[in-house]
């Protein structure tokens, strides 16, 4: 059965992976957004990782962001700083930038965790928040935090253990209203090898970031957001 159940997932993931390919000749969005009956827009919060994402999805990787308070070609707006987490995402600052850019029917798409998870207990400073979320705004779902490259270069404290701890938690912790996108099964649970890492063993290649976005927005066709 775990054999079947693994090519299972397997399968889904070529063809993620081969849509993936043939939408992002032009970084895939605008195809993506032409279709969706969805008007209304995404706005994600994160960290260093969606930084690299923000800048792989809008082709501007070279500019090698710090952070981002933008909006994409496609009107969704991105939050995201490196080195940051859970004290970072609730301050003042950024709940009324996320405040200042939501409107009802929009959908909020949480990107954090990875600079927070080697802090086990966190995940109930997360869940708590997510909660007020719920009740506040439309929409909310929440990413996995995905794996880490765990290797002598690398320059990250943080295991991959401690990541599949992470997600577990949040996973049977997370408010009824919150989605789950849980793109570290379908990626380096399922084939550790289609993950690259850039040196840091922190962050991923600029391929692996859009493989990664278009597994989040598979999962916010599936979840109807």
Same mark, same amino acid.
């Given at each position: 059965m775990m054999k079947k159940m693994i090519s299972g997932l397997m399968a889904v993931l070529i063809v993620l992976i081969t849509v993936a390919t043939s939408c992002f000749a032009d970084h895939g969005i605008t195809a993506y957004a032409?279709?969706?009956a969805h008007a209304a827009k995404t706005i994600y919060i994160g *960290?260093?990782?969606?930084?690299? !994402?923000?800048?792989?999805?809008?082709?501007?990787?070279?500019? &090698?962001?710090?952070?981002?308070?933008? +909006? *994409?070609?496609?009107?969704?707006y991105w939050i995201a700083r490196n080195y940051m987490g859970y004290k970072w995402m609730t301050a003042d600052a &950024?709940?009324?930038?996320? *405040?200042?850019? +939501?409107?009802?029917?929009?959908?909020?798409v949480i990107m954090m965790g990875v600079n927070d998870c080697r802090f086990h207990k966190r995940y109930k400073w997360y869940t708590r928040y997510l909660k007020k979320m719920a009740k506040k705004y439309s929409h909310v779902a929440y990413v996995s935090v995905n794996a880490i490259c765990q290797t002598p270069a690398?320059?990250?404290?943080? &295991?991959?253990?401690?990541?599949?701890?992470?997600? $577990?938690?949040? $996973?049977?912790?997370?408010?009824?209203?919150?989605?789950w996108? *849980?793109? $570290?099964?379908?990626? +380096?649970?399922?084939?550790?090898?289609?993950m690259k890492f850039t040196d840091d063993g922190m962050h991923y290649q600029q391929n692996t970031s859009? !493989?990664?976005?278009?597994?989040?927005?598979? $999962?916010? &066709?599936?979840?109807?957001?």
């Amino acid at each position: 059965m775990m054999k079947k159940m693994i090519s299972g997932l397997m399968a889904v993931l070529i063809v993620l992976i081969t849509v993936a390919t043939s939408c992002f000749a032009d970084h895939g969005i605008t195809a993506y957004a032409a279709t969706s009956a969805h008007a209304a827009k995404t706005i994600y919060i994160g *960290d260093s990782r969606a930084v690299d !994402m923000f800048e792989a999805v809008t082709g501007t990787e070279k500019e &090698q962001k710090a952070e981002v308070h933008s +909006y *994409d070609q496609n009107g969704n707006y991105w939050i995201a700083r490196n080195y940051m987490g859970y004290k970072w995402m609730t301050a003042d600052a &950024q709940v009324k930038e996320l *405040d200042s850019v +939501y409107h009802r029917g929009d959908t909020v798409v949480i990107m954090m965790g990875v600079n927070d998870c080697r802090f086990h207990k966190r995940y109930k400073w997360y869940t708590r928040y997510l909660k007020k979320m719920a009740k506040k705004y439309s929409h909310v779902a929440y990413v996995s935090v995905n794996a880490i490259c765990q290797t002598p270069a690398a320059s990250t404290k943080t &295991q991959n253990g401690d990541v599949c701890l992470w997600n $577990y938690h949040i $996973y049977n912790s997370l408010p009824g209203k919150v989605k789950w996108f *849980d793109t $570290y099964a379908y990626t +380096y649970a399922v084939n550790p090898s289609l993950m690259k890492f850039t040196d840091d063993g922190m962050h991923y290649q600029q391929n692996t970031s859009l !493989m990664i976005y278009s597994l989040i927005l598979w $999962y916010k &066709q599936c979840t109807g957001l």
